[in-house]
């Protein structure tokens, strides 16, 4: 398993470009997640999905949208960057069984740098 | 709402000390808790966790035990590594056990 694959590593945006965040698991894990972490920060949830077809706002959505065609995949839009969107962004998944287990299992995370 | 709130750092040790992170919560019900940790230029690793009251997580050398009296999981670890180098995440999860709230986060740094 290559667990959760996240695609760009970096990438470097000018103020008002568009780009997409790529998340990949293959856990057949139905939750997904998106984080940003800023620099000296905790995590903080921007948008997550129960399943294909469905997603909700976390904390701090503004700015980015999401889809969830398919149970692997939770693409990450930003339509016009802004320097406040520099952070790094953390894709996970988990697969809650109903009870009071949570653990998330993180990609690697992109480094995306807004000038 | 749920928080979790932790000691700030960064948190200097030398190699083979005792390593103390507290960690603080505040949630209804049992919620779960957990310590993940961040290595450089890497997403986030579960440590260790603990599903309910007096349960003891271990993993690596690490330890940290579920209080609800005093709604605590403080990390320890008797004999720090330079390799422990890293971020740690106290988080805490909802009852439907979907969502993890997370503390801010330690830096930890281990000189030789």
Redesign the interface.
């Known amino acids: 398993n290559a667990g959760?694959t996240q695609t760009p590593k970096f990438r470097i945006l000018k103020i008002g470009q568009s780009m997409t965040l790529q998340c990949t698991q293959d856990m057949n894990h139905n939750?997904m997640y998106w984080y940003r972490q800023d620099p000296?920060?905790?995590?903080k949830?921007i948008y997550?999905s129960?399943g294909a077809g469905i997603t909700d706002k976390g904390e701090v959505p503004n700015g980015y949208n999401v889809s969830r065609s398919t149970t692997e995949d939770f693409p990450l839009r930003l339509e016009l960057a802004a320097p406040s969107q520099t952070s790094v962004y953390?894709c996970?998944s988990?697969y809650?069984?109903?009870?009071?287990?949570?653990?998330?299992?993180?990609?690697?995370?992109t480094r995306l740098t807004v000038l | 709402g749920n928080s979790v709130t932790q000691m700030e750092g960064p948190v200097t040790l030398s190699e083979e000390a005792f390593l103390t992170i507290n960690c603080t919560y505040t949630a209804t019900g049992?919620?779960?808790l957990?310590w993940?940790v961040q290595y450089p230029g890497?997403?986030?690793?579960?440590l260790l966790?603990a599903?309910?009251a007096d349960d003891k997580g271990s993993n690596k050398g690490f330890e940290a035990t579920y209080r609800k009296e005093t709604t605590s999981f403080h990390l320890e670890k008797g004999s720090v590594q330079v390799s422990d180098s890293a971020v740690y995440?106290c988080a805490l999860?909802?009852?439907?056990?979907?969502?993890?709230t997370?503390?801010?986060?330690t830096r930890l740094m281990v000189k030789p």
């Not at chain 1, 000296?40 to 995590?43: D, E, F, Q, S, T």
């Not at chain 2, 890497?42 to 579960?46: H, I, P, T, V």
């Not at chain 2, 997370?102 to 986060?105: E, H, I, L, N």
């Open positions: 959760v939750y000296g920060m905790g995590l949830l997550y129960v953390f996970a988990s809650p069984t109903g009870g009071s287990y949570n653990e998330q299992f993180f990609g690697p995370g | 049992y919620p779960s957990f993940y890497e997403g986030l690793q579960l966790k599903t309910k995440f999860g909802n009852n439907a056990g979907n969502m993890l997370f503390g801010g986060g």
